[in-house]
């Protein structure tokens, strides 16, 4: 009887972590995000974490945190979405303005190429805004189709900077052919984040 009794206490332990574990969302590198988010309206699901790494040494520079209303490892599949979505990045170090403004530079340069021209300007808006981030602050980016990207610079909204085109080419930094680290893109698509 003792035996069934602690194998059924066990279970309830395993099942009671599990749920716990599920109500509170993902953690990578000590930073954590939950599960969902509100983002007008819409409950969004996390579809997973990535940590943004630079230079040669690998030096961690933010988590990030992508929210989708449905979940895929698919990149296309996310790219091509009508649905709306959020990206939250949180520093783990800190960045200035010109440091964040050269990495949007480099990764819409890397991955909408051909969309430069017609982006040239939204792009300006974006690095406008920007500002020196401090460890634990967050820039979140909120997609919605037929409008654009809203801007929220450490809780501070800057403003909407307009386009679909804008919003995909701006999430392709992440999930295009050439992220600034391949351990962000597989974190961000469910992968482990690394």
Not at 99 to 109: H, L, N, P, T, V
Not at 180 to 193: D, R, T, V
């Amino acid at each position: 009887m003792g035996t069934v009794m602690h194998r059924s206490l066990l279970l309830i332990g395993i099942v009671a972590a599990w749920g716990a574990g599920v109500a509170h969302g993902k953690e990578c590198k000590g930073v954590s995000f939950p599960e969902h988010a509100q983002v007008e309206g819409s409950t969004l699901t996390l579809n997973g974490l990535g940590m943004r790494k630079a230079t040669m040494l690998k030096v961690n520079v933010y988590v990030a945190a992508l929210y989708v209303v449905k979940t895929s490892s698919d990149p296309n599949t996310i790219l091509q979405s009508n649905s709306s979505n959020e990206l939250i990045l949180q520093f783990v170090r800190n960045v200035d303005a010109g440091d964040i403004s050269k990495g949007w530079d480099e990764g819409f340069a890397k991955n909408a190429k051909g969309q430069l021209p017609a982006l040239k300007e939204r792009i300006a808006m974006l690095n406008g805004w920007m500002a020196d981030m401090k460890t634990g602050q967050r820039l979140t980016f909120s997609f919605r189709p037929g409008v654009g990207v809203q801007v929220n610079v450490n809780g501070t909204e800057k403003g909407t900077i307009k386009g679909d085109d804008f919003a995909r080419a701006l999430l392709s930094i992440w999930l295009g052919a050439e992220p600034p680290n391949p351990e962000i893109k597989a974190g961000l698509l469910g992968g482990a984040c690394g």
